[in-house]
């Protein structure tokens, strides 16, 4: 059973607006939540992480928003940039280094 | 800056051929990581390491296994490769302990496809 959920597996957005991903988890016990941005061939790269015990977590462009309450975090990128086309992992840790990932979210930001 | 490299970037292979893949870390990380991408499945751990000679099952571990002869190196095994194991295969590595965020480092992935 997948304990972190990603749904709209694609998401269009024009340059220069925001694009917000979502994800939802099931286990209480997970206390850092991380970002991952993957291009076509190549690896998966660290974009963003937030603490279980915040709530907002701000990096340039990009914010995670985290609601410890309803299990619920997003991704906030303001403003969007034809770069930023890419597929979207969301990742929980349990306290031992492993991470838990989502499927993935496409972004397509179109110019 | 952390680098992991894995010794293939695209690789084709037979049914029943034993297959190794390789994948080295060079910030002397004590964890290492085994994954398989897979359309519509996201990142799925077959296998994981937390120090040299130590491994651990992960979600899907059937049908591989996985050797940690040096801190470095994490090598991923097909015994006998079958066409459900084609797939982007990623390696990772992290620092442990807690208080960090378990930030882990990817390697660029092998695209393995089984004929």
């Known amino acids: 059973d997948q304990q972190v959920k990603q749904n709209s597996p694609s998401l269009s957005v024009q340059e220069g607006r925001i694009s917000i991903l979502n994800c939802d988890y099931t286990n209480s016990m997970f206390d850092y939540f991380l970002w991952y941005k993957k291009y076509p061939a190549e690896g998966p790269t660290f974009l963003i992480s937030?603490?279980?015990?915040?709530d907002k977590n701000e990096d340039g462009r990009f914010t995670v928003f985290l609601n410890k309450s309803a299990k619920h975090l997003s991704l906030h990128i303001v403003p969007s940039q034809p770069g930023d086309s890419a597929v979207y992992f969301c990742a929980a840790r349990e306290g031992n280094n492993r991470l838990a990932f989502g499927k993935g979210n496409q972004v397509v930001v179109i110019p | 800056d952390v680098k992991v490299t894995q010794s293939s970037r695209y690789l084709v292979k037979r049914t029943g051929e034993k297959v190794f893949l390789e994948c080295v870390q060079d910030?002397?990380?004590?964890?290492m990581f085994w994954y398989r991408q897979d359309p519509g499945l996201g990142l799925r751990l077959i296998y994981f390491?937390?120090?040299?000679?130590?491994?651990e099952k992960g979600d899907i571990p059937e049908g591989y296994s996985v050797s940690r002869e040096k801190k470095e190196r994490f090598s991923l095994i097909l015994e006998s490769a079958s066409t459900n194991q084609t797939s982007m295969y990623l390696c990772a590595s992290s620092l442990p302990g807690q208080g960090k965020i378990g930030e882990q480092f990817f390697g660029p992935g092998t695209r393995l496809t089984v004929l």
């Open positions: 937030i603490s279980s015990i915040k």
């Open positions: 910030m002397d990380h004590e964890n």
């Open positions: 390491s937390y120090d040299v000679k130590m491994k």
